[in-house]
């Protein structure tokens, strides 16, 4: 519910504040008097597009701020899904800077413009004369019906298999797609997988088989120096072994003498020890080598094959040659198992497909079935309103699977006795329309949970009893719901709880629009002047006492 609005330097309005009643408050005020520019600035609360031209002040800027009671709207989750602060009283506000710039906020959070559009439209539903398109739009019509018929569990249990049926139609055309891809290359990719395969390759053997390659290149050479180096370390007379160990039996002699040549006798003995070990290596290195030319072949052979399979595949070493046959093994997996996965997926299609239909059908019995009273309802209530020929029909088509159903559903309408209903652009006036969408609203107010209705001239083109029952209507909706009316129709003005006017203030230097909630004689003298005009005779001031008592 709206508690209040506050506008400031829109359009005509310099400042202007209202509180409306919770049931039924009525605007009036003459043409061009800035009613429809107070539904402007209520535009921009509901997420509509802004223009620094509605600056009236071009050095301020324009703030439109509402204040609205949403405790019993349900509207938490939103409010936690846009990671916003939850309050019952919320307060929306929207500011257009002189440079153009527009921010949107909600609870002094600022929240993007589509964000904005979504909760307006939870708390507001604004109305005029001139609002058609969207009661002829199919989709519209279709949430009418689904509104009439309570069709919330049907068309949620709906979207999750059709969900479901298109997670799956997509995993089946996915695979079908892999399946044609594979195929084209089952027989390239099995000849690679056998290639790499053929090789049994280890990691790190790259490595080793180039290191004993190195080796078997150069045994001979190899043999030859270490034998050569042996023999240097290990001749009789004068091998270095010998000569060392003759060094050392002199260092202990030394330490023998004096003590100070311990360190220097610890230190030589420990390089004593360490080439005697060093020369028991290269001996064990020297018979480790081997002659083998046929040892050698076979390691070019493997090695040459391992770089031509590199280079094919461009890769530097034995484990990415290892990644690839991995991969390939897995693509020849994948088409040799790949008529039990079609034919896995496609059953799971099937049975969702079946799930679907379905749940379709069950939702699409619902919507036809309160195809009579809704057309009964509504043409019961049109004809309250004046239209006692009007003919409501809806008319029914079955379609392709789509998020809201099975169901393409149109509204077709007929003014005169005797027409055939047709589609609403081809038959419809503008009254006629206006008092086909108020009956509408009337019917749906609280089927479709819209806590807020504001009606701008919907009374357009009506007069006497029809403007009579159209405002016994609304006030009969303002029993559970909050409406405001902009009208130019005395009788309904004098019905609301609340009135008040809207005039132009010429006193300052700018025209301004400003809003006045009228008193009971107020009210009464307005009325008069809607009855009469400027100079309201005592018999116009009579009857507009006279509306205000009925």
Do not use: W
Not at 130 to 156: I, N, P
Not at 451 to 478: C, H, N, W, Y
Request: charged letters at 30%.
């Amino acid at each position: 519910m709206l508690k209040s609005l506050s506008i400031s330097n829109y359009a005509l309005i310099d400042q202007l504040y209202l509180q409306p009643s919770k049931g039924l408050s009525m605007i009036t005020g003459e043409t061009g008097a800035g009613k429809s520019i107070m539904l402007g600035a209520v535009g921009l609360l509901l997420g509509n597009r802004s223009d620094t031209k509605v600056l009236l002040h071009e050095d301020r800027k324009c703030v439109v701020e509402g204040v609205f009671e949403i405790g019993e709207y349900g509207l938490r989750d939103f409010f936690e899904q846009e990671e916003l602060d939850y309050e019952d009283t919320c307060i929306i506000r929207r500011e257009i800077s002189p440079g153009g710039k527009s921010r949107s906020f909600v609870n002094d959070t600022p929240v993007l413009l589509d964000s904005l559009k979504v909760l307006g439209a939870k708390l507001m539903d604004v109305h005029s004369q001139h609002d058609t398109l969207q009661l002829g739009e199919g989709s519209y019509q279709l949430a009418l019906v689904d509104a009439f018929a309570q069709t919330k569990d049907e068309r949620g249990f709906f979207l999750k298999c059709f969900k479901s049926y298109r997670t799956a139609k997509i995993k089946f055309e996915e695979l079908k797609q892999k399946a044609l891809e594979l195929q084209k290359e089952a027989d390239f990719n099995q000849f690679q997988l056998d290639e790499l395969s053929a090789l049994s390759l280890m990691p790190g053997e790259q490595s080793e088989l180039e290191s004993t390659q190195e080796v078997l290149e150069n045994a001979e050479e190899i043999k030859l120096k270490i034998n050569e180096m042996l023999a240097l370390f290990q001749e009789e007379q004068f091998g270095v072994i010998q000569g060392m160990g003759q060094i050392l039996h002199g260092m202990q002699s030394l330490e023998r003498l004096a003590h100070k040549f311990s360190e220097l006798k610890e230190r030589f003995q420990s390089v004593f020890i360490e080439v005697k070990d060093l020369v028991e290596t290269l001996g064990d290195e020297e018979s480790k080598v081997e002659i083998d030319f046929g040892k050698l072949d076979q390691i070019r052979e493997r090695l040459s094959r391992i770089y031509q399979l590199q280079k094919k595949h461009g890769v530097a070493t034995v484990e990415d040659l290892m990644n690839i046959e991995s991969d390939l093994a897995d693509k020849v997996f994948q088409f040799q198992n790949l008529d039990e996965s079609l034919s896995t997926a496609e059953k799971e299609l099937k049975e969702n497909q079946e799930a679907m239909i379905k749940a379709g059908a069950l939702l699409t019995k619902k919507r036809v079935s309160c195809f009579p009273s809704f057309e009964k309802e509504l043409q019961g209530l049109l004809s309250g309103l004046g239209m006692e020929n009007a003919r409501i029909q809806l008319e029914h088509k079955l379609i392709s699977p789509i998020a809201s159903g099975l169901d393409e559903v149109e509204l077709l309408f007929s003014a005169n006795k005797g027409g055939i209903p047709q589609p609403l652009k081809k038959v419809a006036s503008g009254g006629e329309f206006s008092r086909l969408l108020f009956a509408i609203k009337y019917l749906m107010a609280d089927k479709m949970a819209l806590p807020t209705l504001i009606f701008d001239e919907i009374d357009t083109g009506i007069s006497g009893e029809v403007a009579l029952q159209m405002v016994r209507m609304m006030k009969e909706i303002a029993s559970r719901h909050q409406v405001i009316c902009i009208t130019h129709l005395p009788q309904v003005a004098a019905k609301g709880e609340l009135h008040f006017f809207v005039f132009k203030d010429n006193s300052s230097d700018k025209t301004v629009s400003k809003i006045k909630l009228l008193s009971h004689e107020e009210r009464i003298s307005e009325l008069a002047k809607m009855i009469a005009g400027a100079n309201p005779s005592a018999s116009a001031v009579e009857s507009a006492r006279e509306l205000l008592l009925n």
